[in-house]
C-alpha cells in the first residue's frame, strides 16, 4: 500500500506537511477530510521511504491501549474490522494511525489479523503475533489480549519504577563527580604553590592527590572521552561478535547490585511470557522457543536453549530447568509439582508470581543501598583532600618555635 506525503490546511488556514499511508489518492483525501483537513498536494513516497515506515517504532503506552481497547470491543462483540476503525478513528493522527490502516487493508484484503500485525514487526514482535494466532484457532482472541494487555502493562510499570528509583542515585552520582573534577581541575591547582611554599616534608597522601590533580588537568580530556569510546567500542564489536557479546552480557549478570536485579527482570519478563503461551495452547518446545528471545541476554537465552533441547530429548521440565543452574531451586520445585500433579498451569502461574515478586523486592531495596555507599564515597573523597591540604599547614604551623 502506498505511503503519501502531502500538504494541507485546515479551517484556520494552518499549513501542514505531513506522512500518510492510504491506498490511492482518494482514499487519502477522504481520510484526510474526515479529519478536517484540505489536502493540497501529494506525492507518493520511494522504496526507501516506506522501507523507514515499517522500521518506525510506536511508545509501550499506545501499544497497551491499542491491545486493551481492541480487546474490549471484540468481548463486546463488536467485528474486528470495526473495532479497528473505531481505535484508529479515536486516536490522535500518528504513525500508529497509519499502521492500523494498514492492518485493517489487509484483513479487508483477505488477512487474519494475526498476519496483518505480522507485516509490523518492530511493533507486534513475535510472541504478540503468535498469541494473537493462537487467540484467532481457538476461538480465545478476547481472553489472549486481555493476557496480553496485563503483559505488557507490567512490563511497562517494572521499567516505569525502575527509572523512578535510579533517579536519585543517577543525580548523586553525577554530584559526586562533578564536585571531585571541580576539586582536582580548580581548587587543587591553586593550592598546590601554597603547599609546596610551606617548606615542611609533604605527606604521601597529599603528594597523591597532587598528581592526581595534575593527571586531571593534563589530560582531562582523556579522563571524560576514553570511558565513552570504550562504551561505544565495546557496543559496536559486541553487535558483531557473537563471543565478544556473550562474554559482556556475562558479565552484566554478575554486576554489583545491578546484575542480579537484571537477571531477575528478565528472567521475570521470560516468565510472563513463557507462562501465558503455555496457558493459551502453545506447545513446551515452542513456548521456550519464542520466549528465550525475550530475555534479550545471550548467556540466559543460551541457557533457556539447553533446556529446551533437553526437553526436547525426553528430560522432563523440572530436570531440564535444574540442569541449566539458571533458576533457583525453589522454581524447579515449583515445576516438579505441576508436573507430579498435573496442573503444570498453575505452577508457570506461581513461577511467574515469584519473579515478579523478587524484581519488586530488589528494586525496593536498591536505593536504600546505593545511597549509603555513594554518600560514604563522596565523604570519604572530602576527607582525604581536606586531610592532603591541612595535614601540611598543620604541621608547618606546629613546627613554628614561639
Do not use: C
Not at 470491543?73 to 467485528?79: E, F, R, S
Not at 557496543?235 to 552484566?252: E, R, T
Amino acid at each position: 500500500m502506498p505511503d503519501y506525503k502531502f500538504r494541507t490546511i485546515d479551517a484556520a488556514g494552518k499549513i501542514r506537511n505531513d506522512t500518510m499511508v492510504a491506498s490511492n489518492p482518494m482514499e487519502l483525501e477522504k481520510r484526510l477530510g474526515s479529519m478536517g483537513f484540505d489536502l493540497l498536494s501529494y506525492k507518493e513516497q520511494h522504496k526507501a521511504s516506506k522501507n523507514a515506515f515499517h522500521s518506525k517504532k510506536i511508545s509501550r503506552r499506545e501499544l497497551i491501549n491499542f491491545t486493551f481497547h481492541i480487546e474490549q470491543l471484540i468481548k463486546a462483540g463488536v467485528p474486528l474490522i470495526d473495532s479497528l476503525k473505531d481505535i484508529r478513528d479515536s486516536i490522535d493522527y500518528s504513525h500508529f494511525t497509519d499502521v492500523l490502516q494498514t492492518v485493517i487493508d489487509d484483513i479487508e484484503g483477505g488477512k487474519t489479523l494475526s498476519l496483518a500485525l505480522a507485516e509490523h514487526p518492530v511493533i507486534f514482535d513475535k510472541v504478540y503475533v503468535t498469541l494473537v494466532r493462537v487467540g484467532e484457532e481457538t476461538g480465545q482472541l478476547a481472553e489472549v489480549l486481555k493476557d496480553l494487555a496485563e503483559t505488557i502493562r507490567w512490563q511497562d510499570e517494572l521499567i516505569s519504577q525502575t527509572k523512578k528509583i535510579m533517579i536519585y542515585p543517577t543525580i548523586v552520582t553525577v554530584i559526586v563527580l562533578l564536585v571531585v573534577t571541580f576539586l582536582m581541575m580548580y581548587l587543587m591547582p591553586q593550592l598546590l604553590p601554597f603547599i609546596r611554599n610551606l617548606g615542611t616534608e609533604i605527606p604521601t597522601h597529599t603528594l597523591i592527590l597532587m598528581e592526581v590533580s595534575n593527571i586531571f588537568v593534563n589530560y582531562w580530556y582523556l579522563i571524560f572521552s576514553v570511558p565513552v569510546m570504550l562504551f561505544f567500542a565495546l557496543k559496536m564489536i559486541a553487535k558483531n561478535n557473537h563471543n565478544v557479546k556473550y562474554y559482556l552480557d556475562g558479565i552484566k549478570l554478575k554486576f554489583w547490585i545491578f546484575g542480579p536485579l537484571m537477571t531477575k527482570i528478565k528472567l521475570a519478563r521470560f516468565a510472563n511470557y513463557f507462562a501465558m503461551m503455555y496457558s493459551s495452547g502453545i506447545t513446551v518446545l515452542d513456548a521456550l522457543k519464542i520466549s528465550e528471545n525475550m530475555v534479550d541476554n545471550l548467556v540466559l537465552e543460551d541457557s533457556i536453549h539447553k533446556a529446551r533441547d533437553s526437553i526436547s530429548e525426553g528430560i522432563i521440565i523440572s530436570k531440564s530447568f535444574e540442569a541449566v543452574g539458571v533458576f533457583p531451586s525453589m522454581i524447579v520445585r515449583m515445576l516438579k509439582v505441576g508436573e507430579d500433579t498435573g496442573a503444570m498451569d498453575d505452577a508457570l502461574m506461581n513461577v511467574s508470581y515469584f519473579y515478579n515478586r523478587e524484581v519488586k523486592e530488589s528494586i525496593d531495596k536498591i536505593e536504600p543501598t546505593i545511597l549509603p555507599i555513594l554518600t560514604v564515597v563522596l565523604g570519604g573523597i572530602m576527607m582525604w583532600i581536606m586531610m592532603a591540604v591541612l595535614g601540611p599547614v598543620y604541621d608547618a604551623v606546629a613546627g613554628v618555635k614561639i
